[in-house]
């Protein structure tokens, strides 16, 4: 079993953080050919959904940087690499340094998304709550509201470059941590960063998954550091033009920009479609 892997914002998505029209028709000739194919995000799986939902992606996905994979024809979640409480501690220690504003993703027992939040500080902040809050009314709630038996996934937040490098000087020795940063949608003053436990990636989950579904070849696309690792253990790995130079520097080919359809073009072309 051949099995294409692709990476969302960056990479699938357009600049609207959306799959365009070509795109979407050319994920409809893969399922037309019976090629295979799935999504590796840094997304969790609520924030991505609406986005996947009819367009054929029927195989398990690989959530948060490989802390989740869900199972959309089971409707099943399997989690692992949780952040322990002095890792908590420690990040906690660093957003508060930076002036920043927390977002702690947690999963219940029940398998049921949070989102735990501390008062906002800035305005861009609001924004980022506001868009937690369109899509998860419910399931948005203070940080002082957060139970003790929660498993908490990974924590992110927005912020000015100062702010996420005095975040990431803090946490750089910190052995089982591993955090991921760029430039926010929000305008390019700001950046994002996001931080798990270090045995999480998506190399990792990608590995259980090919022996999950007796995958034989692995093709896969992304452009950021967060893809490196399944970068390492593909077949075939492809960057955008887009792309950050450490990608592009191991990828077997560079292709596309991921604003003109790169992605879709490549996979036409290549699988003649």
Not at 173 to 190: Q, R
Request: hydrophobic share 45%; with cysteine; charged share 20%.
């Amino acid at each position: 079993m051949e099995l294409i892997v692709f990476d969302l914002d960056g990479t699938l998505l357009n600049a609207e953080h959306r799959i365009s029209s070509y795109t979407a028709d050319t994920l409809g000739l893969l399922a037309e050919r019976n090629i295979s194919y799935t999504v590796a995000t840094g997304r969790n799986l609520h924030s991505a959904q609406e986005i996947l939902q009819g367009h054929g992606f029927r195989l398990p996905h690989i959530y948060i940087n490989g802390v989740l994979v869900w199972d959309p024809g089971s409707s099943s979640l399997a989690v692992g690499n949780f952040l322990n409480a002095a890792e908590v501690d420690h990040i906690m220690a660093a957003i508060i340094e930076a002036n920043a504003t927390p977002f702690v993703h947690c999963v219940t027992p029940e398998q049921h998304h949070y989102i735990f939040h501390p008062p906002v500080v800035h305005a861009y902040e609001q924004k980022l709550l506001d868009m937690f809050y369109s899509r998860l009314a419910a399931n948005v709630k203070p940080l002082s509201a957060m139970p003790a038996d929660v498993r908490i996934t990974n924590i992110n937040m927005l912020g000015k470059q100062p702010q996420i490098a005095t975040i990431e000087r803090n946490l750089v020795n910190e052995k089982n941590l591993v955090f991921y940063s760029g430039w926010a949608m929000e305008g390019n003053e700001l950046m994002w960063i996001d931080i798990h436990h270090s045995m999480a990636s998506k190399g990792n989950a990608l590995s259980q998954l090919n022996t999950k579904l007796g995958v034989t070849r692995v093709i896969c696309f992304g452009d950021n550091d967060n893809d490196l690792s399944m970068f390492v253990m593909a077949d075939e790995a492809y960057a955008p033009a887009n792309a950050k130079d450490t990608v592009k520097s191991v990828a077997t080919d560079v292709i596309g920009h991921h604003n003109e359809d790169g992605v879709a073009r490549f996979l036409r072309e290549r699988f003649e479609l």
